[in-house]
Every structure is written in C-alpha cells, then in structure tokens.
C-alpha cells in the first residue's frame, strides 16, 4: 500500500493485494539474507567497515571541496577561514568515532524529507550538548532538489547542451544504439552527460551546505567557547553526511533527466518546425490536471518503484543498476521507435544540437559545401559555416540540395552535384548576417570578447588587430586592420597570422619587416563571415560619374605620380575631384600622362566630387584654429603624416610665431608641413629654430603635402606678374647692394636699390625659360638665390608725396624685422631743419652725408638699432629693404633726358672746395656750379651727361653717382621788382646755406661798387650817413637782395638770421637798424638748394679764387672811394696742416695776385684822381694827386713787404 501510495497509480483492488504480499515475500527475504551477509562481515572485520568508509569519504570530499573553501562564506566568518579548513580532524585514537546520524546516511535515490531533517538537526543538538535550542535559521533549503527550480531547470538546460556539443561525433549513434538494444547494462553512455550535467550543480550546493555548516559551526563555538580543534571536529561531524546526501541526489536526479530530455527531443522536438537552437527545450513542461501518467511520469514511477527495492533490500546493488538500465534505454528506444528510427533520432538531435542555418528565402544550409573561390585562384575551400568571400559583410551559403528550386542558380560552371561538381546548384543570403558595426557604438572591451578564429587558405588563423604600413601611402601611415584586408597588392584580402603559419615576410615587398610585430600572413577564405574587410563605396561626382577606387596623379607640387584613392584637392586646394571610371563620365583631362598604355595614369577623365565631399565644413573650422576630431592622417609625398598644429615664424608671417593648421606654402611655392615621425621627409635645415629643444617649434622634418584628405592644403600663392609676362618667384633672396652682407627674403616685389621701381627675382620653374633680364649678381644663380632673372613688375608703385601717407597705410618692414615709424620727424645734420618723412630716408644720423642704405625709426624701442643725432636727439632705427615697395623716397624727379633724379645725392661745388664743409647732401634739383644756368640732379644709371668732377664715381670718397641732367621742371621765373630784383614768392622756401644756416631773404647790403669817400667833418659823414675812417667819411648806398647773390664775393652768399654763419665786418651790419644798419651781423655761402635762389655767375670771377671778406677803409681825399682786399683766413687741405713746399708756392701765388689786384686798384684810383682834377683848381688837385698817389704806393708797397715776411 506505501508503494502504491507513493508513486500515485491507482489499480484494480484484486491486483493491489496480490503486488502486496509480493513484494512482503521479497522484502522478507532479502532482509534476511542481507542481515546475514551483515553479520558475517561484522564478525570477520574487528573494524567498522562504514566507519572505515566513511573515514575514506571524509578525507576524499575534503580535498575536492577545497577550491569552494570560503566562497560562499560571509564576511562576518572571515576571522575564522584560519581554523575553518576543509581537511578532515587528526585521529589520536582516544577520541570519539565519527558516527553520523542514522536518519542522514541514505541510499542514493532517497528525497529528503522532514524526517532527513529532523535527524539534522538532532545530530546538531547532540554536537552541541543542548537539546532544548532549534536552529531552524541553519536549515538547509527544504527542496533538495533543483530540477524543481526555474533557474536550475536553465542551468541543467544549458550544461546538457554544451555537454553534447563536446562529445565526439560518434557519441550521438552509440548512445543511440545502446537505446535500441534494451541493454541491461551499465549505461556508460549516460554516464559522461551526467557527470558534465551535474558538476556545476554539486559544486553550487556544496558551496552552500558549506555555509549553513560553517555558520552553525560558528555560532555553537561563540556560545560554548570551543577551541579550533573542537570546532573543526564538530564541522567534519556535520558537513560529510550533508555532502554525501548532495552528490547522491544530484546525480540520480540528473541521470533521469538527461534521459527524459534525450526522449524529449527525439519525441517532440522532431517535430517542431522551429529549428533553432532552444536549450530551454529540455525544461519538463508544466504538469498538467489530466489523471493520465505522460511518458515522463512512468518512467518517473518506474524509477522510484526501482529505488524502493533497492532501498529495502529487495534489490542487489547490480540488480539495482540493470533494471534501471533496463527502465532508461527501454524508454529512451521507445522514443526512437516511435519517431522513425536511428537515424531520424539522429537528425533530430543533431539538428537540434547543431540546428540548420537557414537563409532568407527559407533554405537551409548545406553544411559543409565546398567552393571554388575565385580571389584565391580558383583553389578549392570547405566552409562550415555562411561565408563572406567574394561579398564582403554579406554572409552566404551553398543551398542543400534537398531544398529543391530554392535560393539562386549559381553562375559557376562547377555548381552541380555530378562526381567533379561541387555538390550543389543553389545558393542564398544567410539569415544571420555578421553585425556591423555602428558610428558611435562602443565596442566590447578585449578581455571580455571571445577570440574568433578567423580562417585562412593554409590553415592558418589570422591575428587580429594586426598593423600595416601601405606602400602606396607613403610606407609610414600605420593602420590598425582588425578584419582581412586587399590593401598591398596581393590581389586577395589577407591578414597576418599567428605564429609562423602561412607565408613570410611583408605582402607588399615579400620581405621580412622589422617595422611590424608579425612575420607571416595569409590570404583569407571568408570564414566566419564579416571579417573581410568591405570595398568601399565609390566615390561620386557632380556630373554622376563614380569615383575611381585607387588612381595615379602627379601634382604640381610634387612632381611625380602618387596614388589617390577617393577625392583629393590637389593642384586645386580646397574643391575636391577625382578620376573617373570609364571613358564617358566626366571631363578629358588635359594632363599629357592622362590615358592608357605605357607611363600614363590609366584614366582620361575626371570630375569634380559631389558636395558631401567637399572640404567646405572642415576649412570653415581650420580657419577658426579648430581641428577635426579625431586629427587625421594628413598624407605627404614621404607617406608621413602631418603634425597638426605647428609653429613658425618666418618672412610671410612677418618674422611672427604663428601656430598653423594647415599644410603651409611659406618660402615655397608648395604645400608642405613638419610631420610626427622621426626621420621622414626633410630635415629643416633652413630654419634655426626647427628643433625640440627649448625655444624650438618643436618638430624638425618637414614633406609635402599631397592633398590627402581634401582641405588641407593652403591656397596656391597669387602669381606676381612682370612687365615682361614672367612669374615673380614667391619668396625670393636677393642681397642687397646697399646692405652688403645681409640676404633679404621677400615675399613680393621690392623696390630694393631702385626705388618706386620695384621688381622680384623671376620664378624658374614657373617662367619660361630666360624669362626677364639675366642678372649679374654673383649669387644670382639656382645654388645661390635659386633664381637667375629679374624683371620690374607689372604693377606700377603708387608713389607718394614726402609727408603725406598712401591710402590705405602699409606696414614697412625693416632688415630685422622692425616695424617702421610712419611719419616720422628728423634733423638732419646737413640740412639743419626739422624735416617730416612718410618714406625711408638716407640721412646721416651720427654725422652728415649720406649713407648707402635707407633706413628708419622703428615703433618698437627693442627692435633695431640705438643712435644720436649731432642735436642730441635719440632714434631707434633700422635699415628698410625696400618692401612694400614706394616707401625709399618720395615721387621720382625726372630730368630733360627722361633720367630720374638721385635723390638725395651728394655734390661738392668747386667754388667752395677748399672751404669746410665743401660736401653736402642735396634732396632736389639744385642751381650750383650750373654752366646751364637750370637746375640739375645727380641722375640714376647711366642715364644723362657724364659727369667730369673728379669725385663722381662709386667707389670709396665718391659720390655714389656716376651722370648728372637738367632737371625737367625747372625754377618757376619771379617777375622782376623796380630795382631788377626778382620778386620774392608768396610761400618763402628755407634756403640752406654752407654751414646748415638759413637765408634772411630779404635782406639790406651795400656793395663796394657803391660806396665813396668824402672829406668832411664826423659830424658832417653822419648826418649824411657815412662812416669816419681814417678821417675821411665813407658813404655806401643799400640795396635790397631778394635771392643769393655774388656782390664782393666769388660764390654767391646772403645774409643769416642769429649768429648763424660768419659773422661780417662791414660797418653797416654794426649799426641797428634804427640807425641805417642792415638789421643782421652774420652771412654765410649759399648751397644752390632750393633752386631758384641763385644769382647767376659772373663770366669775369676766376674759379681758383680764395674766400675773401669784404673791407671798407678811408683814404686821403673827399668823395674818392678807395677798395683794398684783405685776406680773411688761411685754411690748409681739406681742413689739416700744408706741407712748407706747398705753402711756399701758395705765398708766392698770393704775391702775384695781391700785385695783380694793386694795379687794379691803382687803375680805378687813377681815374678817380682824373675827375677830381677836372672839378678841383689845379694847383690843390696836383698836390691832391700826389698825396694820393704816394698813399696808394705806400700802402701796396706795405701790403707786398707784409705778405712776404
């Protein structure tokens, strides 16, 4: 009655009595005879065989559980995993056997029940020594049995599966044989799907068994203060039974499920059209209410009635284990028999195993197939699985031929299924294709990826990520490839491999390369799907064309082919195109290697790319200093990679320290950039400060740009054109004549050495040939300058007026990098005046003259050059290089010959060279020692007259100028006042004279000519206006001089305001003007400049004449005027020292002039004499005669005896 309440059938009454007293017979007997056996044993063995088992037991369970030790413990147990061990209690002979409950210890089969329970918990309260305290908080989880719990259930579920998956593949037929056979047999083909079911399983509740324990263990020490040992001793007593009872259950409840899941799939999962792998399929449905066992529940009945009798003795252990061999394999073949057979069973475990991969017209997959891949040279590969090989990212598979008309028909001439064929005629798309990966998805970190095995043609398995370095980009762009790749050449995706499999060396060059971390790669078969690499999508263009994928161009800057693939910019920065597949597409290409054949680039047309590939976006933010994120791989000639951003400070930056974005054309007409790798490209030996030291740029090589990607390239350099039709080169050097030692790099055209003419060195390689004028520059060749001609541009310099600033108003640089001052205030030494410039002027600034260069005051104090004028006025300065041009002198000063004036240029009169100064600094036409009587320049070249002055050259002490003209605009006449003089102009230019003065114009004098010499008393002369000398009244009659002029002197000279000058000795310039005076003291020699100004010379003045002053003095007789010459200073050469020699003959030359000018002199007397003779009686005009002749004598005699002591 217990068993059949126990399994829930229900049987006719006249059949329960009779199963009853049966089994009561059985049951009797093998009681009997077991207690027998017992006893037998018990008396041949002094020792306890279970005690001796269990021992056993106890040390074998310990050692396994060890991995699990404090695991699933919690932290408050921490201080005790010390004395907590696994290992079994040392024996010492006087301790207590270790005898476990009898309740515990069951037979494998048993449930666990309240009664298991209640034993439990007494065998606990008998470790304890309390019998009174329940320690229900240590109770194990009531149901022992996880094939009750959901979460155990998909567990069981997922170890079955993957437990089958690693049997071999012969497994499947022998379990399935052994089904069919009914064997009574130890089921050894269980026993591996049981044992791998169950591990995980035993180990999680040993783990918790271990927990409860130690707890339980924990709390009776803290409450009986016992010591380690007694602790671990009460441990073992507890945890071995627990542990023996897990494993017995477990694996009893997992060889019945594996058997009752085999039967399940076979059964029903045959059937399912859901081919799918489901591990969920072998969780046990939910029990129904209907009163009829399933398949399940006999055998579930069947097992326990077997258990039963095992458990009662009825049932030998080998019984036991062949009649529930018997129970399984009956019921498993039962399910075979049922579905069809083996091989049906077979099919439906493998197809749920390994269920079919399907494609998306519904066909399934012939698995394995076997293709005949074109890209590896038509060798044959077997694949296990979709492939991508031949459509990269697109899985496929070969259709199985059961599957009739479904799929695609095959283009292959081998897709057939005949004995040279490969097996098959269809193919289709797989349904599960390979995930691409989405902008902006994380990917799964490494470590937590599971490493794929990506196939190659020899076997090999590729090594992914792997870095490449492409030849046709330069060799030294580093790609990370993490999928098979065509790039290299080899005409095949492929990838490197690990270890030494496949072949060696680089793809590209079949060599070994030191640059990469692999040395053997292999071509890919396609296998997994979505690890070759896609071809990209073509490019398009705005006329529709399609990009070419890779195609060959030689840019301008460059100079030799480099391979593009998609858009590039070059020759054009900034608008993006491309070649163009095909020959109708697009426009011809001009380019002489456009064409097919041999040395062209394989293309003829091209086209501009549409607008998603035009670099508007990514210019607009490089113009702003903003980068692309992440900074891309700028591509140069040397396949280096562009350092984004940089610094440089150089002559088109206007010597700044500028940070650039960009590929840059400073000091070349190409594109270029300092690059990231060490030792790529060129190294920067043109710049000082290309280095990464310490006030460095922080880069030292530099390459050009090749316009990969479109919009990094700075815009071509607006050409400069010439008079001539040549390319100004951009920047040029050029030397300067009048800056010796110094390369001047401009960047434009200059007016260097000709002013507001301004010219460039003319671009060799952007010119014809002899382009312009040769120049003579020593350095003018490609070694030196790097350019030959030269030309005068096209573009005329807006010249401008002294003192007045261009619209709109230029910065002018200076020779190191000064900005100059405009406008600017100086006095020069030679001129005297405060002057105001808008140009860069030659003056002397420490001393006079002129000097070979311009030069100006700069803004900055820091910059340029600190000096002094004679004034003591402080200037910062520096020399101008004549860029912008029209900034070296105001608007050029033509002359009659169509010249243009030297302005300024230094001239010497004759008529004051032996005088200090005697070399002065003109900035105009002047009127000076002009035969011509016009004004006249210094004239640049050799345009004009050549000049015959000793020191008109320009060589040291010269002139700096070698001809001279008339100037073209001459000195506007001035109508003449009553007394011949000119009329003076409305605005009064300052005359410059000898010494720096300025003329006093008007101004009063009273020549020689017009003064005489009267006999009458002082008071008599002064009322009259004359002047008492020597006793006698000499009267002299004013004039009014409006321009320099030659009155008693051989150079024409005017009077001076202050005590500029030299100071006079006549008696007029003594008097104030309140009483006849001329109302100035000092005079000095006029310089010709302003033109104009000059009387003209007269024809009777000798060119060697000395300086003389002149002298008014008395002499006997009224109304005779008598003149004598006084020397007024003697001056050495040029201001030093005359040798004796030199000055002997000087004296003798004196003599003969002073006897000369006596005779002169005693002529004029002699007519005066004669008139006073004719007005007075003759007696008094004859003694007056004598007198006055003998005074004369007398005085020239003195004169003479003087001059020669």
Same mark, same amino acid.
């Given at each position: 009655r217990d068993i059949a309440m126990s399994t829930h059938r229900t049987l006719p009454s006249k059949w329960a009595v009779g199963v009853v007293l049966a089994l009561a017979v059985v049951c009797a007997l093998a009681a009997v005879g077991q207690h027998a056996v017992r006893r037998t044993e018990m008396e041949s063995s002094p020792t306890d065989p279970r005690k001796v088992a269990l021992e056993r037991t106890l040390h074998a369970l310990e050692s396994r559980l060890s991995a699990t030790k404090g695991k699933s413990a919690g932290s408050k147990l921490a201080e005790w995993e010390d004395v907590l061990d696994h290992a079994a209690p040392e024996s010492t002979g006087s301790e207590e056997p270790l005898h476990p409950a009898p309740g515990i210890h069951r037979l494998p089969g048993e449930a666990w029940t309240a009664e298991d329970q209640d034993a439990y918990d007494a065998e606990v309260q008998r470790a304890v020594g309390e019998t009174d305290h329940e320690y229900d908080e240590h109770q194990l989880p009531s149901p022992l049995t996880p094939i009750s719990d959901p979460k155990m259930q998909k567990e069981y579920a997922k170890n079955m599966v993957r437990m089958l998956k690693q049997l071999n593949a012969g497994y499947i037929g022998e379990l399935l044989t052994w089904a069919e056979s009914g064997s009574e047999t130890e089921n050894d083909f269980i026993a591996p799907l049981v044992e791998g079911i169950e591990a995980p399983l035993v180990k999680e509740l040993d783990a918790e068994a271990h927990k409860k324990v130690t707890e339980t263990v924990h709390e009776i020490g803290l409450r009986k203060d016992l010591s380690a040992a007694e602790m671990k001793k009460m441990r073992a007593r507890l945890l071995v039974p627990l542990l023996l009872r897990i494993r017995a259950r477990v694996h009893q409840q997992v060889e019945v499920y594996t058997v009752q899941m085999l039967r399940k799939v076979i059964?029903?999962?045959?059937?399912?059209?859901?081919?799918?792998?489901?591990?969920?399929?072998?969780?046990?449905?939910?029990?129904?209410?209907?009163?009829?066992?399933?398949?399940?529940?006999?055998?579930?009945?069947?097992?326990?009635?077997? @258990?039963?009798?095992?458990a009662k003795g009825v049932l030998s252990d080998a019984d036991y284990e062949a009649q529930k061999s018997k129970v399984l394999s009956d019921w498993l073949g039962l399910a075979i028999k049922d579905i069809g057979g083996k091989e049906k069973a077979r099919k439906a475990l493998e197809e749920f195993l390994w269920p079919p991969i399907m494609t998306k017209d519904g066909c399934r997959c012939l698995l394995p197939f076997k293709y005949d891949v074109p890209e590896l040279k038509g060798k044959m590969i077997e694949y296990r699985e979709c492939t991508d090989i031949g459509s990269p990212g697109v899985a496929w598979c070969a259709v199985d031929p059961d599957d009739k008309n479904c799929?695609?028909?095959?283009? @292959?001439?081998?897709?057939?299924?005949?004995?040279?064929?490969?097996?098959?005629?269809?193919?289709?798309?797989?349904?599960?294709?390979?995930?691409?990966?989405?902008?902006?998805?994380?990917?799964?970190?490494?470590?937590?990826?599971?490493?794929?095995?990506?196939?190659?043609?020899?076997?090999?398995?590729?090594?992914?990520?792997?870095?490449?370095?492409?030849?046709?980009?330069?060799?030294?762009?580093?790609?990370?490839?993490?999928?098979?790749?065509?790039?290299?050449?080899?005409?095949?995706?492929?990838?490197?491999?690990?270890?030494?499999?496949?072949?060696?060396?680089?793809?590209?060059t079949g060599k070994p390369d030191h640059s990469l971390s692999w040395t053997h790669w292999d071509k890919c078969i396609g296998e997994p799907a979505g690890y070759l690499l896609p071809e990209p999508e073509k490019k398009k263009t705005v006329q529709g064309c399609e990009c070419r994928e890779t195609w060959k161009f030689a840019p301008r800057d460059i100079g030799h082919e480099v391979v593009y693939g998609g858009c590039t910019d070059a020759d054009s920065p900034g608008t993006a195109w491309c070649a163009v597949d095909g020959h109708k597409c697009g426009t011809t290409s001009e380019d002489p290697k456009a064409g097919t054949g041999h040395g062209k680039y394989g293309w003829t047309k091209w086209d501009i790319c549409e607008k998603d590939e035009q670099p508007t976006e990514v210019q607009e933010d490089l113009e702003k200093g903003m980068l692309p994120h992440p900074v891309p791989f700028?591509?140069?000639?040397?396949?280096?990679?562009?350092?984004?951003?940089?610094?440089?400070?150089?002559?088109?930056?206007?010597?700044?320290?500028?940070?650039?974005?960009?590929?840059?054309?400073?000091?070349?007409?190409?594109?270029?950039?300092p690059v990231n790798e060490k030792n790529c490209g060129h190294d920067s030996v043109m710049y000082g400060k290309a280095h990464t030291g310490k006030g460095g740029w922080g880069w030292t090589h530099w390459d050009k740009c090749v316009g990969d990607p479109p919009g990094f390239l700075a815009p071509e350099k607006t050409p400069v054109l010439t008079a001539k039709g040549c390319k100004c080169k951009v920047p040029w050097k050029y030397e300067p004549a009048s800056i010796p030692g110094h390369e001047v790099t401009y960047v434009g055209c200059a007016d260097i050495d000709s002013p507001n003419k301004a010219w460039c060195a003319v671009d060799p390689e952007l010119s014809d040939p002899d382009c312009g004028m040769k120049s003579e520059d020593s350095k003018a060749n490609l070694h030196g300058y790097g350019w030959t001609h030269w030309d005068y541009c096209m573009e005329e310099v807006q010249a401008h007026e002294q003192g007045e600033l261009p619209e709109p108003v230029e910065e002018v640089k200076t020779l190191n990098g000064c900005t100059c001052k405009m406008p600017y205030e100086i006095t020069p030494s030679d001129v005297g005046v405060t002057q105001t410039f808008t140009t860069c002027n030659r003056y002397g600034i420490a001393h006079g003259g002129t000097h070979t260069y311009w030069w100006c005051p700069v803004t900055d104090p820091s910059c340029g050059r600190k000096s002094t004028f004679p004034s003591g006025e402080v200037v910062f300065w520096d020399k101008c290089v004549g860029e912008p041009a029209g900034y070296l002198e105001p608007k050029p000063v033509l002359t009659e010959q169509g010249c243009e004036c030297l302005l300024p240029f230094e001239f010497g009169p004759d008529v004051l060279k032996d005088m200090e100064p005697n070399r002065f600094t003109y900035t105009s036409c002047i009127d000076i020692q002009s035969s011509h009587a016009g004004a006249w320049c210094a004239t640049r070249g050799a345009c004009g007259t050549p000049s015959v002055n000793a020191n008109a050259h320009t060589g040291p002490d010269g002139y700096g100028w070698t001809h001279?003209?008339?100037?073209?605009?001459?000195?506007?006449?001035?109508?003449?006042?009553?007394?011949?003089?000119?009329?003076?102009?409305?605005?009064?230019?300052?005359?410059?004279?000898?010494?720096?003065?300025?003329?006093?114009?008007?101004?009063?004098?009273?020549p020689a000519r017009d003064c005489s010499i009267e006999d009458k008393e002082e008071a008599a002369c002064e009322a009259q206006g004359g002047d008492m000398q020597g006793g006698w009244c000499v009267t002299c009659v004013s004039h009014t001089y409006t321009e320099c002029v030659r009155e008693d002197q051989e150079a024409a000279w005017c009077a001076? @305001?202050?005590?500029?000058?030299?100071?006079?000795?006549?008696?007029?310039?003594?008097?104030?003007?309140s009483e006849g005076g001329y109302g100035w003291d000092h005079w000095d020699h006029c310089i010709g400049e302003p033109a104009g100004f000059m009387e003209p010379p007269s024809q009777e003045v000798s060119a060697k004449a000395e300086t003389h002053q002149l002298a008014h003095r008395q002499t006997a007789g009224t109304g005779v005027q008598v003149e004598s010459v006084t020397k007024k200073e003697v001056h050495g050469a040029r201001g030093r020292d005359a040798p004796k020699e030199e000055e002997d003959g000087d004296q003798k030359e004196e003599i003969k002039d002073l006897a000369k000018r006596m005779s002169l002199s005693i002529k004029s007397l002699d007519k005066k004499i004669q008139k006073l003779d004719q007005e007075a009686v003759a007696p008094r005009g004859a003694a007056v005669s004598f007198s006055l002749l003998f005074l004369a004598l007398a005085s020239a005699l003195a004169l003479v005896a003087g001059r020669a002591e």
């Open positions: 059964v029903e999962y045959a059937k399912d059209d859901d081919k799918g792998v489901n591990p969920n399929a072998f969780i046990p449905p939910a029990g129904g209410e209907e009163k009829k066992p399933t398949p399940d529940q006999e055998l579930e009945y069947s097992l326990r009635d077997i @258990d039963a009798l095992h799929g695609q028909e095959s283009e @292959d001439k081998r897709a057939h299924e005949g004995e040279d064929g490969l097996g098959w005629t269809r193919w289709d798309e797989c349904v599960t294709q390979p995930e691409q990966e989405e902008e902006g998805e994380e990917t799964v970190a490494a470590e937590e990826q599971e490493p794929v095995k990506v196939r190659t043609e020899r076997g090999c398995t590729c090594r992914l990520p792997f870095e490449f370095y492409p030849q046709n980009m330069g060799g030294q762009r580093k790609l990370m490839m993490t999928a098979c790749t065509t790039l290299g050449g080899v005409g095949a995706h492929w990838c490197a491999t690990e270890g030494s499999c496949g072949r060696n060396g680089n793809p590209e700028v591509r140069t000639e040397s396949g280096c990679s562009c350092m984004l951003p940089w610094d440089i400070s150089t002559a088109e930056t206007g010597n700044k320290l500028q940070t650039q974005y960009t590929c840059q054309r400073y000091d070349a007409n190409f594109a270029w950039c001279w003209d008339k100037c073209k605009e001459q000195p506007e006449a001035r109508p003449a006042l009553p007394d011949g003089q000119p009329a003076l102009p409305a605005v009064m230019p300052k005359l410059r004279t000898q010494h720096g003065c300025a003329c006093k114009l008007p101004f009063e004098y009273a001076v @305001d202050g005590e500029c000058g030299v100071k006079s000795k006549d008696y007029k310039s003594k008097l104030p003007l």
